[in-house]
C-alpha cells in the first residue's frame, strides 16, 4: 500500500466492533476460507486450548493411568481413561502402599500445545480450576519429558483448589465467558471458542457472515463487516499481538472493562494498560515488543516492521521449514550480499547461512528459567551483546510523572491521560512483587488520598483504604479499615479477602455474629474459597456452638476433601473422617 492509502485506511470503521458482538466461531469461516482454515489448524493458536479427547497424551495413557507423587510420597496424583473420557484422582497411600482415592474430578478441557507442556483444566459447576498434573514435552532439565506436578504444586500442595481466573484465562483460550474477574465463576458454557481463532485476530463474524450469505458486496471498497489486520495502523495491529505477547509488571482494565472486553482492531488501551518499570528483555513468549522496538530495523521502518512482517496467523512453518522461512523476511527488506560477514563462516551456522542464527539468538527465558525452554531474541542485533542504544534507553524510561512505562500506548499526541484508578492499581500489582520500591509506594499513598476525595465509594479504593489503615496496626486503623471494608462489601465487594478481612476484624472486636453473618454471605458468593469455611467453623467453636461447626466442617469437606485446617478442626470436634 501507498503512504497514502495507508494513512486513509487507519480511520477504517469496521461496523462489526460496534453494537451486538455476535461471534459465530472459527468453523463459520471454514466454508469461505477452506485453505487457510485448514492451514491455520496446524499452528500453536489453533491448539492453544482442546478438549480432552483431542490430547494424544492422554490418548496414550494405559488403562491404569499414570501416577505422581509428592516429594514425601504420602500424596500422590494419578491421571486415567474412563468410559471415554479422562479423570485426575487424588490419592494416599497406606502402610501397604495400597492407593486410597481421596477426591476424582474430570478433565474438561487441555491448555497449551506441548512446546513447553499442557496444563488441564476441571470444572466444578461454573468454576474453573486448574489440574495438579501437567504433561511436559521434555525441552526442559528440570521437568523431563511426560507427566508431573503443574507448575507451583511443587512449593504447596494445592490440590483441585487453584482457581483458573478470567484475568489468567482471556490469553489461553479464544473466548471465555467470565462473570467476574474477582474470582473463577464463568457463563455456561465457559468456553464457547476454545482455539485462539479466526474472530482473535478480525473481531466478531456475525456481521460478515450475514452479509456473505446474503451475497452483500460493497464494490471497491473495504469490506467493514470484518477487521482486515492489513488495513489497521502499526499500533492497532500490534495491540493483537500486545494483548498476549507483553505481559508487562501489571495489567489493568480501564474503569467499567474485563479484559475479555478487547475486540482486534481497537487500540488496546481503551480496554487495558499495560506497565512496565522498566524494559523487561524476556526472550520468552511474553516480553517481545520491548525487544522488537530496541532493533535498528523497526526504528528505520518507522513502525511499518511489525509482528506480522514476520509471523502469519494463519499459518506456521515446521521447524524443517522455519531457518528458510524466516530467512525469506530477512531478505524482503535486506539483500545476502548484505552480510559482512564471510560465507564461509556463515555456513557454518545451523542451519547453514541462516540469518536468526546470529542475529536473533536463543537463550533461555527468565520467565521460564525453571522450565529451561529457550526463546528468540527480537532485538535483531548486528552481534550478540551489543548495547541498547542511548535514545531507545531515553524512550523506554519510565514516565516521570508516574514511575511506570506504559506499554501500549497510543499513537499520537491525544492519547488518552491514564485514570487514577488504573493507576492505583498498577502500582498495587509492582509493589506485591517489589514491595521495596519506595519511591513507588509514596506514588501508590498520593493517588490513593486522590481517590479517597474523588471516588470514596469505589470498591477497589475502599479495600485499598481498608489495607492501608491495617498497616498501621492500631486500634484506631483497625476501626477505620472495619469501616472501610464494611461499606465496600455491603456495596457488593466481589473480591473474596475483603470479606475474609471484613469477618476477622469483626471477630476480633468480639462482634461475632456479625463476623459470621459475613462468612456465610462469603461461602454463597464463594463457594469454592476453603477459608470461608475454616473461619466460620472457627467462629462457631470459639461461640461453644459446636453443631454449626460441624455442618460446616462437613460442608467445607464436602468441597475440599483435603483441606488440612478442616480436617484439624473436624479432629477438634471428634467427628470422624
Not at 175 to 190: G, I, K, W
Not at 219 to 248: Q, W, Y
Not at 383 to 408: H, Y
Amino acid at each position: 500500500l501507498s503512504s497514502a492509502r495507508r494513512a486513509r485506511n487507519r480511520e477504517v470503521d469496521y461496523r462489526n466492533l460496534h453494537g451486538d458482538d455476535r461471534f459465530v466461531g472459527s468453523e463459520a469461516c471454514a466454508p469461505c476460507h477452506k485453505k487457510l482454515y485448514d492451514e491455520y489448524l496446524k499452528t500453536p493458536h489453533a491448539q492453544a486450548a482442546t478438549l480432552p479427547t483431542e490430547r494424544p497424551e492422554l490418548r496414550d495413557l494405559p488403562a491404569e493411568g499414570a501416577s505422581v507423587c509428592e516429594k514425601d510420597n504420602k500424596q500422590c496424583f494419578r491421571v486415567f481413561p474412563k468410559d471415554g473420557k479422562y479423570y485426575m484422582s487424588k490419592v494416599e497411600r497406606d502402610s501397604s502402599g495400597t492407593e486410597i482415592v481421596k477426591e476424582s474430578h474430570k478433565i474438561d478441557f487441555a491448555l497449551g500445545a506441548p512446546m513447553a507442556g499442557v496444563g488441564y483444566g476441571i470444572r466444578r459447576g461454573n468454576y474453573l480450576f486448574e489440574a495438579p498434573l501437567s504433561f511436559y514435552a521434555g525441552s526442559q532439565d528440570a521437568f523431563p519429558k511426560g507427566w508431573g506436578l503443574s507448575p507451583g504444586y511443587e512449593k504447596a500442595s494445592l490440590g483441585f483448589a487453584r482457581p483458573l481466573v478470567g484475568s489468567c484465562m482471556y490469553c489461553h483460550v479464544g473466548r471465555e465467558l467470565v462473570v467476574d474477574d474477582a474470582n473463577n465463576l464463568y457463563q455456561d458454557p465457559p468456553i464457547p471458542e476454545m482455539k485462539v481463532g479466526c474472530e482473535s485476530c478480525h473481531g466478531p463474524g456475525g456481521l460478515h457472515v450475514e452479509e456473505q450469505e446474503k451475497h452483500i458486496r460493497i464494490a471497491g471498497k473495504i469490506d467493514t463487516s470484518i477487521v482486515n489486520p492489513r488495513f489497521l495502523s502499526p499500533r492497532v495491529r500490534d495491540d493483537m499481538c500486545v494483548l498476549c505477547h507483553e505481559f508487562g509488571e501489571a495489567r489493568v482494565p480501564q474503569p467499567g472493562k474485563k479484559f475479555e472486553d478487547f475486540r482486534a482492531g481497537q487500540p488496546l488501551l481503551d480496554t487495558m494498560a499495560i506497565f512496565k518499570t522498566r524494559p523487561i528483555m524476556g526472550w520468552n513468549m511474553m516480553e517481545w515488543s520491548d525487544e522488537m522496538a530496541q532493533s535498528k530495523c523497526y526504528r528505520a521502518s518507522g513502525g511499518r516492521l511489525n509482528c506480522g512482517s514476520c509471523h502469519d496467523g494463519h499459518s506456521t512453518p515446521t521447524a524443517a521449514e522455519a531457518p528458510a522461512f524466516y530467512r525469506g523476511k530477512c531478505l524482503n527488506c535486506h539483500q545476502g550480499k548484505s552480510c559482512r560477514e564471510t560465507v564461509t563462516k556463515r555456513q557454518m551456522t545451523t542451519p547453514a547461512d541462516n540469518c536468526a542464527t546470529c542475529h536473533m539468538p536463543k537463550h533461555v527465558a527468565p520467565r521460564f528459567v525453571m522450565l529451561g525452554t529457550q526463546g528468540t531474541s527480537h532485538r535483531i542485533v548486528k552481534r550478540e551483546n551489543e548495547p541498547i542504544p542511548p535514545e531507545v534507553v531515553r524512550e523506554q524510561s519510565p514516565d516521570p510523572d508516574t514511575g511506570l512505562i506504559l506499554v501500549n500506548k497510543k499513537d499520537g499526541s491525544n492519547a488518552p491521560a491514564i485514570s487514577p484508578l488504573v493507576l492505583l492499581q498498577a502500582y498495587q500489582a509492582v509493589l506485591a512483587r517489589s514491595p521495596k520500591r519506595d519511591d513507588l509506594a509514596k506514588r501508590y499513598d498520593l493517588v490513593l488520598d486522590q481517590l479517597s476525595k474523588s471516588e470514596p465509594d469505589n470498591l477497589i479504593v475502599l479495600s485499598a483504604l481498608a489495607k492501608r489503615e491495617l498497616q498501621k496496626r492500631s486500634k484506631e486503623a483497625n476501626a477505620s479499615a472495619l469501616d472501610y471494608l464494611s461499606r465496600a462489601v455491603e456495596r457488593g465487594s466481589n473480591t473474596p479477602q475483603d470479606h475474609m478481612l471484613l469477618a476477622e476484624l469483626l471477630f476480633r472486636s468480639n462482634r461475632k455474629v456479625e463476623a459470621i453473618d459475613v462468612l456465610k454471605n462469603a461461602i454463597s458468593k464463594f463457594p469454592f474459597v476453603p477459608t470461608a469455611y475454616e473461619n466460620l467453623s472457627f467462629c462457631y467453636l470459639s461461640m461453644g456452638d459446636d453443631a454449626h461447626a460441624r455442618e460446616i466442617v462437613k460442608a467445607g469437606l464436602r468441597v475440599f476433601p483435603e483441606d488440612s485446617n478442616l480436617l484439624e478442626i473436624q479432629r477438634r470436634l471428634g467427628l470422624a473422617p
